[in-house]
């Protein structure tokens, strides 16, 4: 099969974990006779830099005709004082747009060998395996008007959703819960917002087309207390913008390290943009000392929502797994007894288990 791809480095270690990514794509092309093809193009900081502008019209069009994007990080102190529509975050948040991307998916696994870096206690955050599936393109981040009145003495930020853009999210929650544990949870306020009782009627709705999915209703303070008391009961939850925002975000620290998060922001016929939750970290950048452990699991995402490479993108899981099992790891993960490696060294580790010929057949112990 062959997939064109286009690579968006960015900035701080963003050409760092982009390499990374790469690399572990060329190897997973290499073991299953795929043809991957890349080019590579500014966003964020370095676009600024060479473009005066965060997000280039060739940027923009190389991505419409790719079948997938992989982003590594934007932003860094260097930038702060340019005004709002010159921000490195403005190219992620244009790139996003000019795509077409709905849906946010952040998977949030707890891995065994990890346990003891989460700031909850290991029997709360053990069997952790979520995704968040949130809303990107409506609700409050967008709505109209939004303005300040009475000479400043008021403000207002309207939240609005079309029945279509919350029938579309739910429909991909559905679809995600019907590959993993057959469970969606939908978080919203239906006790104040008319948003969220709108949002829950299309739930309602949509469980009827997906028999087999259990779905629970669940108000968002509820949730984020959840998230934190018993992770482990979760399988999908599928939100709305600013909820999705920011339950995301609380998940994120079940791990214990941001450098083992991977996202995806994908549209209906499956093309998405792929990259690592954590952020440029221009304090290391250029040290050899970034995870590239996010923005593998990001490519294993690509493979399998943008190409439907299941068993590649199995194959990739395994790797980490597998190297993580065998005690390697970056400054950042500090794994009790490990070795600890570079960020280089850490992707060639994964790289090895790929290519190996048992990788596949270690899925289920690496999961253990």
């Not at 997000?55 to 419409?64: G, I, Q, S």
């Not at 069997?127 to 000479?151: A, C, H, K, M, Q």
């Amino acid at each position: 099969m062959k997939k064109h791809i286009v690579l968006l480095p960015g900035d701080g270690i963003g050409p760092e974990v982009t390499k990374a990514a790469k690399q572990v794509l060329e190897a997973v092309a290499g073991r299953y006779q795929h043809t991957f093809t890349f080019e590579s193009h500014d966003i964020g900081g370095a676009a600024i830099d060479q473009h005066e502008t965060p997000l280039p019209e060739d940027t923009v069009e190389a991505c419409k005709k790719a079948d997938g994007v992989f982003l590594g990080a934007v932003g860094g102190p260097k930038w702060d004082q340019l005004p709002g529509h010159m921000r490195p975050e403005k190219g992620l948040l244009g790139i996003r747009k000019q795509l077409g991307l709905f849906a946010n998916l952040r998977p949030v696994q707890a891995f065994q060998q990890l346990l003891h870096a989460s700031p909850l206690k290991e029997e709360v955050v053990a069997g952790s395996d979520l995704l968040i599936v949130r809303e990107l393109t409506g609700g409050l981040y967008f709505g109209e008007p939004r303005e300040r009145r009475d000479n400043g003495q008021s403000v207002v930020d309207t939240l609005s959703y079309k029945r279509s853009e919350i029938e579309r999210i739910v429909e991909k929650a559905f679809e995600s819960a019907q590959v993993r544990r057959k469970h969606v949870t939908s978080v919203d306020k239906a006790n104040v917002l008319e948003s969220s009782r709108m949002w829950r009627e299309v739930v309602e709705e949509k469980k009827a087309d997906y028999p087999d999915v259990e779905v629970e209703h669940m108000l968002v303070d509820a949730a984020a207390m959840r998230l934190v008391t018993n992770p482990s009961s979760f399988d999908v939850i599928v939100t709305e913008n600013m909820f999705g925002d920011i339950l995301s975000d609380e998940a994120s620290v079940l791990t214990g390290s941001l450098g083992m998060l991977p996202s995806a922001s994908v549209r209906q016929d499956g093309v998405g943009l792929y990259e690592p939750v954590h952020g440029s970290a221009p304090d290391i950048a250029g040290e050899n000392k970034a995870n590239p452990l996010a923005s593998i699991l990001s490519v294993a995402m690509m493979l399998k929502h943008s190409f439907g490479m299941h068993e590649e993108a199995e194959t990739v899981e395994a790797a980490v797994h597998e190297v993580l099992h065998s005690g390697f790891h970056t400054a950042d993960l500090q794994l009790k007894d490990g070795v600890e490696v570079s960020g280089s060294q850490m992707a060639s580790k994964v790289i090895e288990q790929i290519s190996a010929n048992d990788t596949t057949e270690n899925i289920m112990r690496c999961y253990v």
